[in-house]
């Protein structure tokens, strides 16, 4: 076996010139932590574009958080040379982001590839979110390389686990291949694997021009980097180019492969997947799913698929320091030009002061821009809790769309949708009651439930996405004493009997804590949240209620007695200067605090009871083991 | 240390004729004693139970120490163009300054009034613990021109006392207390409040006992644990029921009641006289804001808006003194801003109350707003001062934090 190709003898595998026989595209589809990242380090190291000097863990996670969290946000895609009995091939691997909330993202990945690896941990089984991916991959006809990976771990099942995929997609266990990304062993074998199994390209070379943009990335130095598949036709260095779903057209600036890093070329063929540059700043002008053409004799028709992106969660940003306001306008103007999918306006708060109203594709998809504004822009945040879109139909017909739960419109309502999901939970057999439980309390519908192998089950529900973004996946991985992973789609919505919950203090509506609840819960979430305010802010000099309301009906009642004592009897030996620095810093803390009418509320209560509920439930993002 | 310049007098003049503000040709001068026999658990007060501290630290060269730095304090105040015309109050506090001899407190004295006359009614107050003195050593003080001693009873209740580590008998605070009337001293006695344990009917035992020993100033503190003593570890540890804000104040208001009944009223927050002749003149020139000296480690002193405070050791107070430097730690000189500010902090919490003019016109709008809740006197305010409420005075600090900018 000789796996590395001498740079002379790599001549007919050239870019922009390479036949469509001798390239291949795949992607790997794995859950977090099962080890995409390290076996590809393995074939880059392999196939020889990456030396062992230059190999750093997780070569293509970019990111810091990427890095750390072990998930793969943005996509890449690397041109690695393989040879197999004499002839050198191009293999194109498409890096996948794994997660849910970036559905969108990874059909797009997976429209650019012929194949997909199916890379399953071989100590811990298939996951939900990954199965959602498998099926999204067979749903667009890819040919799947099962593939167990970390067989060198003492927890590994492989048998077992080589039958629970073998029945997933239809084939003999014996089948499935076996990998250890971390020694190397079995990597050559599947990649050589890859390269009998997988089709070639297909695509008609003298055809106008259609590349299919499946990701697009902000470069400070570069600008928006675009990467595509070309379907048919070339695309050569010199080109103006157009973006199909708007018109725009541009002048190509660079044109090339990353290998793994960027290389240009002359341009690019038919099958084959490279990166644009036009020197536009924002990735709202090369969006993910649309068709790049010729200017010139362009293509009539763009590819199918595209689809813009449609936030579904939503939160309020606010910056802990007021003054910090115009950093995170800035942030979020800088985010944006990386993430086609981050929509954003301002919002004032009476209880936040100013801030953003942030959509986004879900809860990961939160975390991570959250993570991302206080990491690279030093902020510090309050978010509010996750909400969803509700479209309010009004007694006399008129209807509004609520972004946010304290717009929530008053007066008489006709009817209120709310969007729905469809779920699936995949967990060992002995938790299908706790599942079950949970899933009832979450206004969740079995549609459906298989046993994978004999002690793990898939279940399949219908739950309000609302259910989802409060708590949801804190509480199932607790059922389930964190063996349970979910995946869920969003589709469609239904009416549902919903009302609004508005937190009063003093007979004022704290807007950071109005919700939008189901009627049977909001007794539940009024008494909950009127105790922990309760704890949270300290006495004042008056008495103070805190009030639940629907509308104007109080449904739950706490009170906050007045402070009695609030002075130091003694002035020691004439130390006045102790005093007065004591009361200088009161003073301090005095200004800190957010003003609810004539209560002072400190920071720390909102950050605090908002934290404990929705701001966790981000976590979800953190889908490590 | 870096010396203030000194106020033009006439500033201060003009204050004083404001406000009835005190005379800047007086002086009020605290000495602290930092020994003590034991030291109790809730106390961090700059004291110490060793009898011998090295380098000239010690309770025997404590009086001469004392005296050194008089000298020193005196010829400072004239090189800022300072002179006080007389002494009007003295104050001996501690640590125990009856552990010293009664000698050594008439030596202290001494000394003082051969640098600046003692005023013809002076009010010169020793602290005691009922424990350190005798009938013929209240006699000595009395003769030696101390004319007022106040006994740190604390409380009646021996349980109380256990825990507040103090170990004097309770049946003895009648007995000290009638030896120094028969010495001629006025008495004032000082109760704590709030111990961790204490019942609302320990505070009534002590409060009765305190009156019923016939004293014309009665002091009550509540109980604050700092983080550095040996009660706030107890406390962590879980061995001692955190102190309640509510019980506290329900505590002072008892006190506040039985005082009451017996003649006494409020002059400040945490101090009850029978009448203003009787109130403590030394504690009120810090709440007004006068001049003092504090000598002694780590005493403060205070000259037209110039603090300083001494180092805290002992040894190295003597050591400081030795090489005939005056023994500050440091020092700071107040703005025009700080010193309004200081004047509400002080001025609002004695009975006299402060002239609403001294509130800046930023915050006069708090002024209705306390008036309202019921923590500023109405009538008193119609007059154009602010006078605290006994609710107010349980609220002080946070009426405090409003008026202030």
Redo the contacts between chains.
């Keep these: 076996m000789t796996p590395r190709i001498a740079a002379d003898e790599a001549r007919e595998i050239q870019p922009a010139s390479t036949p469509q026989e001798r390239i291949r595209n795949f992607c790997i589809i794995a859950h977090i932590d099962h080890g995409k990242s390290t076996l590809a380090d393995r074939m880059l190291q392999l196939t020889g574009v990456v030396d062992e000097r230059a190999m750093r863990a997780q070569y293509l996670d970019r990111m810091d958080i990427e890095r750390e969290r072990g998930i793969t946000v943005k996509s890449q895609a690397v041109r690695m040379p393989w040879q197999v009995d004499g002839t050198d091939y191009a293999l194109n691997m498409i890096d996948t982001p794994g997660h849910v909330d970036f559905t969108y993202e990874v059909s797009r990945s997976l429209a650019a590839c012929e194949g997909a690896i199916l890379l399953v941990d071989a100590a811990q089984g298939i996951e939900a979110q990954t199965l959602a991916n498998l099926y999204l991959a067979m749903e667009h006809d890819l040919t799947i390389v099962p593939v167990l990976n970390k067989i060198d771990l003492p927890g590994a099942e492989p048998e077992k686990y080589a039958a629970e995929i073998g029945q997933l997609v239809g084939i003999d266990p014996a089948e499935v291949l076996r990998v250890s990304g971390k020694t190397g062993e079995g990597v050559p074998e599947l990649l050589d694997h890859v390269v009998r199994t997988l089709p070639e390209p297909e695509g008609t070379v003298d055809a106008p021009c259609r590349a299919m943009i499946f990701d697009s990335v902000y470069d400070t130095y570069r600008g928006v980097v675009t990467y595509v598949r070309v379907v048919d036709g070339r695309l050569g260095s010199r080109e103006r180019i157009a973006m199909m779903s708007t018109g725009a057209q541009h002048d190509l600036l660079e044109i090339g492969v990353i290998s793994p890093e960027p290389m240009p070329t002359k341009g690019l063929g038919p099958g084959e997947v490279g990166y644009l540059i036009t020197g536009v700043k924002d990735v709202r002008q090369s969006k993910v799913g649309d068709t790049v053409t010729t200017a010139r004799k362009g293509a009539p028709e763009p590819l199918a698929g595209y689809a813009d992106p449609k936030p579904m969660v939503f939160s309020g940003l606010f910056p802990i320091d007021g003054s910090d306001y115009p950093v995170l306008r800035d942030a979020l103007d800088k985010l944006k030009l990386n993430d086609a999918a981050l929509n954003y306006e301002p919002e004032t708060s009476t209880a936040l002061g100013f801030g953003f109203r942030v959509g986004f594709l879900g809860l990961l998809h939160l975390e991570i821009i959250r993570e991302r504004l206080e990491r690279e822009f030093d902020l510090d945040l309050i978010s509010t809790a996750p909400s969803v879109v509700y479209d309010v139909t009004m007694e006399d017909g008129t209807e509004v769309e609520v972004l946010n739960p304290s717009d929530f419109p008053a007066g008489k309502v006709r009817e209120i949708r709310e969007p729905i999901t469809r779920a699936t939970i995949l967990a060992p057999s002995e938790y299908i009651g706790a599942i079950m439980e949970l899933c009832q309390s979450k206004r969740g519908n079995l549609q459906g439930m298989d046993y994978l192998s004999e002690d793990r089950v898939e279940l399949r529900y219908t739950l309000p996405l609302a259910e989802i973004v409060f708590d949801f996946f804190d509480q199932l991985k607790s059922r389930t004493k964190g063996y349970a992973s979910l995946d869920y789609d969003v589709d469609g919505d239904q009416a549902a009997d919903l009302v609004k919950v508005d937190m009063l203090l003093q007979g004022e509506a704290v807007d950071a804590f109005s919700a939008v609840v189901h009627r049977d819960k909001a007794y539940h979430y009024g008494v909950e949240m009127a105790g922990k305010l309760k704890n949270l802010i300290p006495r004042q000099q008056f008495e103070v209620p805190i009030q639940a309301a629907i509308g104007s009906r109080i449904i739950a009642r706490e009170n906050i007695r007045a402070i009695r004592k609030d002075v130091l009897s003694k002035c020691y030996g004439g130390d006045i200067s102790r005093k007065r620095k004591l009361l200088e810093k009161q003073k301090e803390g005095k200004k800190r605090m957010k003003n609810i009418g004539s209560v002072e509320v400190p920071q720390e209560a909102f950050i605090a009871a908002l934290s404990s509920d929705g701001g966790d439930a981000g976590k979800d993002g953190g889908k490590k083991k | 240390m870096a010396e203030a310049a000194p106020l033009a007098p006439t500033a201060l003049d003009d204050a004083a004729a404001a406000g009835g503000r005190p005379d800047p040709h007086g002086l009020s001068v605290?000495i602290?004693v930092p020994f003590c026999a034991v030291r109790c658990g809730y106390c961090d007060?700059n004291t110490y139970t060793a009898t011998e501290l090295g380098g000239g630290g010690s309770q025997r060269e404590y009086p001469a120490n004392a005296m050194r730095e008089m000298d020193l304090v005196l010829a400072d105040d004239r090189a800022a163009g300072v002179e006080y015309e007389r002494v009007d109050t003295v104050f001996f506090?501690g640590g125990t300054p009856t552990l010293l001899p009664a000698e050594d407190l008439v030596a202290m004295l001494s000394h003082l009034r051969s640098l600046i006359p003692l005023a013809e009614d002076a009010e010169v107050t020793a602290e005691a613990n009922p424990d350190s003195v005798s009938r013929e050593s209240l006699a000595r003080l009395a003769e030696g021109g101390i004319t007022r001693v106040s006994f740190g009873m604390q409380s009646a209740v021996r349980s109380v006392l256990a825990t507040l580590d103090r170990t004097h008998d309770p049946e003895r605070v009648p007995q000290v207390v009638a030896w120094a009337r028969e010495a001629g001293l006025e008495v004032s006695l000082d109760l704590i409040y709030g111990t961790p344990g204490e019942t609302l009917a320990d505070v009534e035992t002590s409060v009765r006992a305190a009156l019923a020993c016939g004293v014309d100033h009665l002091s009550?503190?509540?109980l604050?644990i700092e983080g550095n003593t040996a009660m706030a570890r107890q406390l962590r540890r879980g061995e001692l029921a955190e102190p309640d804000?509510?019980d506290?104040?329900d505590k002072?208001e008892l006190i506040d009641d039985l005082a009451t009944a017996a003649g006494l009223s409020w002059y400040e927050?945490?101090n009850f006289a029978r009448t203003p002749a009787h109130r403590s003149r030394h504690n009120l020139a810090?709440?007004r804001g006068a001049d003092?000296w504090?000598i002694g480690p780590?005493?403060?002193?205070?000259r037209r808006g110039m603090?300083a405070?001494n180092v805290k050791h002992p040894s190295r107070y003597a050591g400081m003194l030795d090489q005939g430097t005056l023994p500050v730690a440091e020092s700071?000189t107040l703005d025009d801003g700080?010193r309004a500010?200081?004047r509400i902090?002080?001025e609002l919490r004695i009975a006299d109350g402060l002239p609403i003019t001294a509130v800046p016109e930023e915050t006069r709008d708090q002024i209705g707003v306390h008036v309202r809740?019921g923590?500023l006197d109405p009538a008193a305010a119609q007059d154009g001062r602010l006078v605290l409420t006994r609710?107010g005075?349980?609220?002080?600090?946070?009426v405090?934090?409003d008026l202030?900018p």
Aim: proline share 0%; no cysteine; glycine share 10%.
């Design positions: 605290y602290h007060f506090g009550a503190y509540s604050i804000g509510d506290m104040a002072y927050v945490s810090y709440w003092w504090g780590g005493a403060h002193r205070h603090r405070w700071e700080t500010l200081e902090l002080l809740r923590h609710s005075r349980l609220l002080a600090d946070a405090i934090r202030v």
